[in-house]
Structure formats: C-alpha cells, structure tokens
C-alpha cells in the first residue's frame, strides 16, 4: 500500500481515537465546522500572470472579483513577456504604479492578499544594478569529434558568444555511447555512424 494512503489512514485513526468515547461525533465537536467555512488563511492563493504590460484597471477588478467569488484566498502577481504584443503597463512605469497602487486597494476591499515578485520576469532580482559577474548565466560548448589516440588533439572551435563577457568554464572528453540502429538522432553530440538509422 503506497505511504500516503497509510499516512492518512492513521491520522484519520488519531482523530476519531482522540474523541471522547460517549458515541459522540466530529460534528458535535466542531470539527466539521472548519472544513464547511475554511478561514480566509486556509485558502489557496493563485499565480497572476501580468503579460508583457497587457493589464488595465478594468480587468485587475475583474480579475480579483472573480477570484473572490470563486474562494481563492489572494493572488501572487507575476510579470512576464511571453506575449509578443506589448501593453500600456510598462514595467515601473507611472501607469504600471498606478495598475499596481489599484490591485492593492482591490485585493483589500475584497479581503484578499496579494503579493508581488521582487522583479520583472523570470530573473528573480535582476536588473541594472547587477553586475555582470554576479548576473545570470548560461553555459554554452563547443564540441570537437576525434578519431584517436592522438598524441595532441586539436583544441574544440570557440564556444558560440551567450554574451559580451565570457569566461572558460572547463573542459571535458569522453568516449562515445556506442549506438546501434534506430538509437541515433541526426545532429546530435554524436555524429550517426553510417549504418544506424537516423530518427
């Protein structure tokens, strides 16, 4: 039997032993009551996306009405550009504050909570203030294939440029896998020997 089965099992078992044993029930013990009406901290908080600036105060109202009325406790909003249209909300702009300031008059009429990425996107406390070396980074290679041994193989092409400043990070060399019909994919690390099928 898989553990959570088992676990709720025996904290169902915990709860009904821990009542008194006069043939009473939950609801007699107000353990029911809870489940029926849950607190305002007991409720889920969802991911609000603001698209790459596309939010107006009329539809942030809308937004936390409807989140309201379906029981969600609050939202956490989240900004990203994953819309190639752009919208009047530019990130810090005046109207981006005013979009904002509007959210948190809303979500408090409504008595929900609302929280906020500390930055735009996906880059968790990026921004100008950063510099390069301590910024995000991305590993790009550059892979060299020999035919060996080789008592001083060519050193593999430059790795393609991620960004102005880059750094060497190490460089590795192994064996290929050995592959055998049908296990070959076309441009891969490993060139396809002649008489694998290519997938």
């Not at 809303?106 to 968790?124: D, I, K, P, V, Y």
């Not at 060519?154 to 750094?167: L, N, R, V």
């Amino acid at each position: 039997m898989p553990r959570f089965p088992v676990a709720l099992l025996l904290c169902a078992g915990a709860l009904v032993s821990s009542l008194p044993s006069t043939g009473s029930t939950p609801a007699e013990h107000g353990l029911v009551r809870p489940f029926e009406n849950p607190p305002a901290t007991a409720k889920p908080v969802t991911w609000w996306h603001w698209m790459n600036g596309n939010v107006t105060k009329e539809g942030i109202t809308l937004d936390l009405e409807w989140m309201a009325r379906i029981g969600l406790g609050g939202a956490q909003v989240f900004e990203t550009s994953q819309v190639p249209l752009p919208g009047k909300a530019v990130h810090r702009s005046p109207y981006w504050q005013e979009c904002v300031q509007h959210a948190v008059r809303e979500a408090a009429r409504l008595g929900l909570t609302l929280g906020m990425h500390n930055c735009s996107g996906w880059n968790n406390s990026g921004g100008p203030w950063v510099e390069p070396a301590d910024s995000m980074k991305k590993l790009v290679f550059s892979r060299s294939v020999l035919d060996g041994p080789a008592a001083a193989p060519k050193p593999p092409p430059p790795a393609p440029a991620a960004a102005a400043a880059a750094d060497d990070a190490f460089a590795a060399a192994a064996p290929p896998p050995p592959l055998s019909p049908g296990d070959c994919i076309q441009d891969s690390i490993y060139p396809c020997p002649s008489e694998a099928s290519v997938v």
